[in-house]
């Protein structure tokens, strides 16, 4: 990518969270960015807040509903008159539901809402993104590029969340190898798909899903969106080939973080309990 490139860029569930850090970051590399989320009036107050953040951000947002397959030539149109072109696709909007229980105490509300807007959100949008790019100039090499953010094995097994959640993210996880292999079947060389694993990130939906027992360790694993957002908003937009698996961090570095706050916690409380120790 030539330095100085702007890449147009589209991110589902932008108005807050990771979704809006990540578009801040983009922002700050000068690219001109489309969010959305079903929100419509925290949509422009998400807008309102970068463009004060940014004096020069290309910034544009609309209320859009990923689960509203029939209102995507809507959201498509909106993006194409603001952005003109789609370099980078970012699926990021995503819920793991409104109660933290056991599958037979879910109501089937729930388990939709859930299934619909991890899974069924990512194929919609995943298939208007590439509806949008097959109509842009072709390339032999992938320079056209959807994220998804989809749970492996792993981390559906390590993940406290419901099972409609972990289910749905494995799901995404299928759409995006699944797609891959169909661009390459249909001979569509220019668009890549990748998986996107920002780890744990401390938003509300985390927060919402995170049980008291497991309160310490999140505190510890999770980091904020800004954060996660510094490392990857330079790893999407320097992406190459047709598929990879963009990671905040790498699992080791992850476990030796952790182990080094968990250190420094002890380390805390050790030197605490000393001065508190009362003198014989």
Same mark, same amino acid.
């Given at each position: 990518m030539p330095s100085g490139h702007r890449l147009g860029?589209?991110?589902?569930?932008?108005?807050?969270?990771?979704? @809006?850090?990540?578009? &801040?970051? @983009?922002?700050?590399?000068?690219?001109?960015?489309?969010?959305?989320?079903?929100?419509?009036?925290r949509v422009q107050d998400a807008v309102?807040?970068?463009?004060?953040?940014?004096?020069?951000?290309?910034?544009?947002?609309?209320? @859009?509903?990923?689960?509203?397959?029939?209102?995507?030539?809507?959201? &498509?149109a909106f993006v194409l008159g603001r952005?003109?072109?789609?370099?980078?696709?970012?699926?990021?909007?995503?819920?793991?539901g409104e109660r933290q229980a056991p599958l037979w105490a879910l109501d089937g509300v729930d388990m939709l809402e859930t299934t619909t807007t991890n899974l069924f959100g990512a194929l919609t949008m995943s298939s208007l993104a590439v509806q949008i790019m097959r109509e842009q100039p072709p390339s032999k090499t992938p320079v056209y590029h959807i994220f998804n953010m989809g749970f492996s094995d792993l981390g559906a097994l390590l993940s406290r969340s419901p099972i409609p959640h972990k289910a749905s993210k494995i799901g995404v996880a299928v759409v995006t190898r699944s797609l891959r292999a169909e661009l390459a079947a249909h001979g569509m060389s220019s668009i890549g798909v990748h998986a996107l694993s920002p780890g744990l990130v401390k938003t509300d939906l985390l927060r919402r899903v995170t049980t008291p027992d497991a309160a310490g360790f999140v505190?510890?694993?999770?980091?904020?969106?800004?954060?996660?957002?510094?490392?990857?908003?330079? &790893?999407?937009?320097?992406v190459r080939g047709r598929g990879s698996s963009i990671r905040h961090r790498s699992l080791p570095v992850m476990i030796a973080r952790m182990l080094f706050r968990l250190s420094l916690r002890g380390a805390r409380g050790?030197?605490?309990?000393?001065?508190?120790?009362?003198?014989e």
């Amino acid at each position: 990518m030539p330095s100085g490139h702007r890449l147009g860029i589209v991110i589902t569930g932008g108005s807050r969270g990771l979704g @809006f850090a990540l578009a &801040k970051g @983009f922002l700050a590399h000068g690219d001109r960015v489309v969010i959305c989320a079903r929100d419509g009036a925290r949509v422009q107050d998400a807008v309102r807040q970068l463009r004060q953040d940014i004096g020069s951000a290309d910034i544009h947002g609309i209320g @859009f509903d990923v689960r509203d397959r029939g209102d995507s030539a809507r959201f &498509k149109a909106f993006v194409l008159g603001r952005l003109g072109r789609v370099d980078r696709w970012i699926n990021n909007a995503g819920t793991a539901g409104e109660r933290q229980a056991p599958l037979w105490a879910l109501d089937g509300v729930d388990m939709l809402e859930t299934t619909t807007t991890n899974l069924f959100g990512a194929l919609t949008m995943s298939s208007l993104a590439v509806q949008i790019m097959r109509e842009q100039p072709p390339s032999k090499t992938p320079v056209y590029h959807i994220f998804n953010m989809g749970f492996s094995d792993l981390g559906a097994l390590l993940s406290r969340s419901p099972i409609p959640h972990k289910a749905s993210k494995i799901g995404v996880a299928v759409v995006t190898r699944s797609l891959r292999a169909e661009l390459a079947a249909h001979g569509m060389s220019s668009i890549g798909v990748h998986a996107l694993s920002p780890g744990l990130v401390k938003t509300d939906l985390l927060r919402r899903v995170t049980t008291p027992d497991a309160a310490g360790f999140v505190e510890i694993a999770a980091e904020r969106p800004e954060a996660v957002a510094q490392s990857l908003v330079p &790893k999407i937009r320097h992406v190459r080939g047709r598929g990879s698996s963009i990671r905040h961090r790498s699992l080791p570095v992850m476990i030796a973080r952790m182990l080094f706050r968990l250190s420094l916690r002890g380390a805390r409380g050790l030197a605490n309990a000393r001065r508190l120790k009362p003198r014989e």
